[in-house]
Structures are given as structure tokens and as C-alpha cells.
């Protein structure tokens, strides 16, 4: 009967690890946000902010939130945008607070680093909050260059996930003197000298003598992603560019910004298509977004180019590195990107058979053999995964049958 009570024991215990273990899904701060009505307006400036981004993006963390009433008094002083994001920003603590931690503090009082103050946009550690537990149960909460002034008060908790996010009414918004100085405008951010030092020299190259730079640098302030092949990709696709004309040449290098700013975040739990600097009218020149897990690709029907790394990460302007050129559809068919071949070679290659002659009918760089073999791994591993968890749970099974007979 003990070990039969022990094995049952065993089994719901592996059961319960097998569930923590699988994914979950990431919190949304906006999705979140829309539920409460009286947080519209908040919830409304952390998206033009690109704050609700920085806050999907981090795990243990505390929003402050604010109701419409408390958001009119900020809006009343009419700061401007990048001003108005510190404000917010030191409304983000990169802890976890839920209600019951707020109100057993250690020595009652601590102080929370904001996202203002990890950003480095704080002057020394004016981006610090302080939080207090004071007496009768009220919480108090104050910036730490506002003199350990409590002026706000914890009302209630909206939403917590256990040490994930806990989101928490405040009465009035944080007074800060350095989170509320005017800020500067933001500086100009040199596209090809990033790319050029980041190992994309040769698309920089060609974005500098092209009639499109400028529709890349009017988009930068107002949000822009770039996608930029490496110096390979790019030097292996020359021959073909050459043989563009002017027009289609700015098409193509067009069709590797998007106007909009993406995060990395974003991208890996979005799949969809989307528009991009070439898109106009009925000339689409879109592609598709697929992820699996850490991986992004982008899918053009003529080539599958893979995110390889990050550039620059400048809310509003985000550059990554990819692996290929993007061929829009409009320019290129599949079978454009097979190699030239003499006559002589086309010969011999017919007179093959087997191996070699399947092999030669995928493109290299065509979304065939190599991202079919990439999606037929993934499929293995997670169908050996599924196995692995079926064999355990029958053992289980067969061994508790084997108990109780």
C-alpha cells in the first residue's frame, strides 16, 4: 500500500514538473490594459511611447498604472512625447511587486529601479521609486529626486502573474523634476555607417548611391525597421542586381525596410505578412513573418532569409542582419536563382542519374531543400519530444497497473 500511495505520488509529481516545463504564453500589456476601460488613456500612451514594447519584452516587472483622471493632470503640463515616456517610464519598476509583497517589505521601505533609471536616460539615481509601507496598511510611493516625498498611494492590484508582471493602480502619477525636463530631440541616427560597421557594408554601399537612402532616413524618426543581408549574401547577389534597372534596383532595396518599428519580441510572436517600403498601390512588394520559437524567418515565395542578429535596437529605428538578399516576387521568379550553365555542363548533368539529379532541381537559395530539411528537423525534435513524454507516461501507467494487481 506505501509503495503504491509512493508511485501515485511519483506520477502526479512528474506530471506537474511536464506541465511547468511547457511554454507559456507571453503576458501583453495592452491586451491586458484593454480590459479596464478607465486605463484607456494610459494604456493608449504606453503604445505611442513604444513603452507597452519595453514592458511585453522584460519578465519580473511592476507596472504603475494610472487612471484617465490621474493621465489628464500629467497631459495638462503638455509635455512632449520623448518627455512624456521618462514620466512613464519611471512608472515601470524592473521588480515584481504583487499586493501581498507591497505590503510585507523588508524594514518597510525599499528602493525600485525603473525602466527610466536601467535605460540610463535617469540623471544619477533620479530613477529610482521608493516604496513604503506605512501604517494602517497604506503604501506609499515616491521618486527618489522628489526629496522621499510620498505624495502617490497604492489603490489596488489590476492584474499579477506570480513573479512575471504585476500590474498596480497608483492614485496620481510620480513627480520627478528629472523624468519631466525637456528632453532633446533625438539624434541622428547614421544608417550606413551602422550597417557599414556591423558587417552589412556591401548593402550599405549600395543603399548610399541609391536614389531609396532617403525614404529610409524620413522614416527613421517616425519608426522603421531595416533588414540588412550580410557582406556574403550581398556580394554573392551582385551579378544579378547589376542586371536591374535604376527603377527596380530602388525596389529592391526598398523592399528590405518596413515602415514601422518591430521589436525582436514582436517579431518572434507574430507570423503574418507585411508591407514594405516598396509596397505601393498594386505593386504589393510585401513578405510573410514566420517564427518558430527563437527563429524568425522571412518568407518571399522566392527565397526564406533567416534574422541572424541585431544591428541597433533605437526605439523607433531597429536594424537586424539576415542571411540573404530578399527577392520580391515581382522581380524574381524561384527559377531565376539557379546558376547559368554551359552547354557543355548541361550535358554532362543530364547524363547523371540518382542523387545528383534531384539535388539539381531545388535552388540554393530557393525555399526548398534547405528550409524544408529545417522544418522537417524541428518536426522530428518536437515528435521526439511528444514520444519521449508518451513512453514515460505509459511506464507509469504499466508500473502503477502492476502495483495494484
Not at 527610466?116 to 513604503?132: C, E, L, P, W
Not at 550553365?341 to 539535388?359: H, L, Q, V
Request: a negative charge; proline letters at 3%; one cysteine or more.
Amino acid at each position: 500500500m506505501n509503495l503504491l500511495t509512493f508511485s501515485t505520488l511519483l506520477f502526479f509529481s512528474l506530471m506537474i514538473i511536464l506541465n511547468s516545463s511547457s511554454t507559456t504564453e507571453a503576458h501583453n500589456i495592452t491586451h491586458i490594459l484593454a480590459n479596464h476601460p478607465d486605463f484607456s488613456t494610459y494604456n493608449h500612451y504606453l503604445s505611442v511611447t513604444h513603452l507597452a514594447d519595453e514592458i511585453n519584452r522584460r519578465r519580473t516587472i511592476t507596472v504603475l498604472a494610472i487612471n484617465n483622471a490621474g493621465m489628464q493632470s500629467l497631459l495638462d503640463k503638455h509635455l512632449s512625447i520623448s518627455t512624456l515616456k521618462n514620466v512613464l517610464s519611471l512608472h515601470i519598476l524592473v521588480d515584481y511587486f504583487g499586493a501581498i509583497k507591497l505590503h510585507h517589505i523588508t524594514n518597510g521601505t525599499t528602493l525600485v529601479s525603473s525602466v527610466f533609471q536601467a535605460t540610463g536616460a535617469a540623471d544619477g539615481t533620479a530613477g529610482y521609486v521608493n516604496i513604503t509601507n506605512l501604517k494602517g496598511g497604506k503604501v506609499g510611493f515616491g521618486a527618489e529626486d522628489n526629496d522621499g516625498s510620498l505624495h502617490s498611494f497604492y489603490v489596488k492590484s489590476i492584474d499579477e502573474v506570480s513573479y512575471d508582471i504585476s500590474i498596480l493602480q497608483i492614485s496620481q502619477p510620480l513627480s520627478s523634476a528629472d523624468a519631466e525636463a525637456p528632453t532633446s530631440a533625438p539624434s541622428a541616427i547614421n544608417l550606413i555607417s551602422i550597417m557599414s560597421k556591423q558587417g552589412c557594408k556591401a548593402f550599405a554601399d549600395l543603399l548610399r548611391v541609391s536614389k531609396a537612402l532617403p525614404t529610409f532616413e524620413e522614416n527613421i524618426n517616425g519608426g522603421l525597421t531595416v533588414f540588412c543581408p550580410t557582406d556574403s549574401a550581398v556580394n554573392d547577389f551582385i551579378p544579378k542586381y547589376k542586371n536591374l534597372t535604376d527603377a527596380k534596383k530602388v525596389s529592391l532595396l526598398l523592399y528590405h525596410g518596413i515602415p514601422v518599428y518591430e521589436s525582436l519580441q514582436l517579431l518572434k510572436s507574430t507570423n503574418g505578412v507585411v508591407n514594405t517600403l516598396a509596397t505601393e498601390g498594386a505593386n504589393k512588394y510585401d513578405f510573410t513573418v514566420q517564427n518558430n520559437g527563437e527563429d524568425v524567418k522571412l518568407q518571399t515565395k522566392v527565397v526564406t532569409a533567416s534574422i541572424v542578429g541585431t544591428l541597433i535596437d533605437q526605439d523607433p529605428f531597429v536594424a537586424y542582419k539576415i542571411n540573404k538578399v530578399l527577392l520580391p516576387r515581382e522581380l524574381f521568379k524561384v527559377n531565376d536563382l539557379a546558376p547559368a550553365e554551359s552547354p557543355k555542363a548541361s550535358k554532362k548533368k543530364s547524363s547523371k542519374k540518382g542523387k545528383e539529379d534531384s539535388s539539381a532541381d531545388a535552388p540554393a537559395d530557393g525555399p526548398g531543400a534547405n528550409d524544408e530539411a529545417d522544418d522537417q528537423k524541428a518536426a522530428d525534435d518536437n515528435n521526439g519530444a511528444k514520444d519521449g513524454v508518451t513512453l514515460i507516461m505509459l511506464f507509469f501507467t504499466f508500473f502503477i497497473g502492476f502495483l495494484v494487481l
